[in-house]
């Protein structure tokens, strides 16, 4: 799994994902805000359609933004648009047994549910910042029990963030659905990161699970040079690029 919020990296994914993302995390990485809770319901519409016009054969999964799903009847308001609206595959939520209610009406309204455990980045604020989860057995506990929640809520699969490795392989051997981790080892069904945290195009910050596959940013920001001082010098457009 990776996040996509466009057409055109959507359908540069396409090949290798078997599911794209399309998070909230938009909201800091592209839109330059400290977190994910000023993303509204039609911004993620926007970006899921245009992800599905991108990877029109990949499995979607749209994030349910903060606010969006406070209670069944907001929850399925908001899950419908996403249906009516754009070709998705599913919405994901973020809470455990306490959202299990919401899950399960959800799903039994027609609507596939992806759930998110562990370090719940719309809780930030409640939380006072990013904190890692299970390191105590009572929070191990906790989260077995919010996963065997969520699943027996309905939902097909789960994300688990920011969580000991050691316990996020027990959470996995606890269900029987897929179990996908971020910042949580490789004890899980599945990995997802942020596809520009992956690409090292982000960079004021690097999470500590993050692996940067390329150096995206300097890769950019070259290229960019490149065409600055071929126009500025005349080298292009040469006789190659013009009618």
Same mark, same amino acid.
């Given at each position: 799994?990776i996040?996509?919020?466009?057409?055109?990296?959507?359908? =540069?994914? /396409?090949e290798?994902?078997?599911?794209?993302?399309?998070?909230?995390? =938009?909201?800091m990485?592209?839109?330059?805000?400290?977190?994910?809770?000023?993303?509204?319901?039609? /911004?993620?519409?926007?970006?899921?359609?245009?992800?599905?016009?991108?990877?029109?054969?990949?499995?979607?999964?749209?994030?349910?933004?903060?606010?969006?799903?406070?209670?069944?009847?907001?929850?399925?308001?908001?899950?419908?648009?996403?249906?009516?609206?754009?070709?998705?595959?599913?919405?994901?939520?973020?809470?455990? %047994?306490?959202?299990?209610?919401?899950?399960? +009406? =959800? #799903?039994?309204?027609?609507?596939? #549910?992806?759930?998110?455990i562990?370090? $719940?980045? /719309?809780?930030?604020?409640?939380?006072?910042?990013y904190?890692?989860?299970?390191?105590?057995?009572?929070?191990?506990?906790s =989260?077995?029990a919010?996963?065997?929640?969520?699943?027996?809520?309905?939902a097909?699969?789960?994300?688990i963030?920011?969580?000991?490795?050691?316990?996020?392989?027990?959470?996995?051997?606890?269900?029987? #659905?897929?179990?996908?981790?971020?910042?949580?080892?490789?004890?899980?069904?599945?990995? *997802?990161? *942020?596809?520009?945290?992956? $690409?090292?195009?982000?960079e004021?910050?690097?999470?500590?699970?993050v692996?940067?596959?390329?150096?995206? %940013?300097?890769?950019?920001?070259?290229? *960019?040079?490149? +065409? %600055?001082?071929?126009?500025?010098?005349?080298?292009?457009?040469?006789?190659?690029? #013009?009618?």
């Amino acid at each position: 799994m990776i996040t996509a919020y466009d057409a055109l990296f959507a359908r =540069l994914f /396409q090949e290798s994902a078997d599911i794209l993302l399309v998070g909230d995390s =938009l909201n800091m990485s592209f839109g330059g805000n400290p977190d994910t809770l000023s993303a509204t319901m039609d /911004q993620m519409i926007y970006h899921t359609h245009a992800v599905c016009k991108g990877a029109p054969d990949t499995f979607v999964i749209c994030d349910m933004p903060f606010g969006t799903y406070i209670d069944e009847k907001t929850a399925l308001h908001n899950a419908l648009r996403v249906y009516q609206e754009t070709r998705a595959d599913a919405v994901k939520i973020e809470g455990g %047994a306490n959202k299990a209610h919401l899950v399960k +009406y =959800l #799903v039994d309204n027609g609507i596939a #549910v992806c759930g998110h455990i562990g370090l $719940l980045p /719309q809780s930030v604020r409640a939380e006072g910042g990013y904190k890692v989860k299970g390191k105590s057995e009572e929070e191990a506990l906790s =989260l077995i029990a919010d996963a065997q929640a969520i699943e027996k809520a309905g939902a097909f699969i789960i994300v688990i963030e920011g969580v000991k490795a050691d316990v996020a392989a027990r959470v996995a051997q606890s269900i029987s #659905v897929p179990l996908i981790g971020i910042g949580a080892g490789n004890g899980v069904d599945g990995q *997802v990161l *942020v596809f520009s945290d992956m $690409l090292g195009l982000y960079e004021p910050f690097v999470p500590k699970f993050v692996k940067q596959y390329m150096k995206g %940013a300097s890769v950019v920001k070259e290229a *960019v040079a490149s +065409y %600055a001082n071929e126009v500025q010098s005349r080298a292009f457009p040469d006789e190659n690029y #013009v009618y």
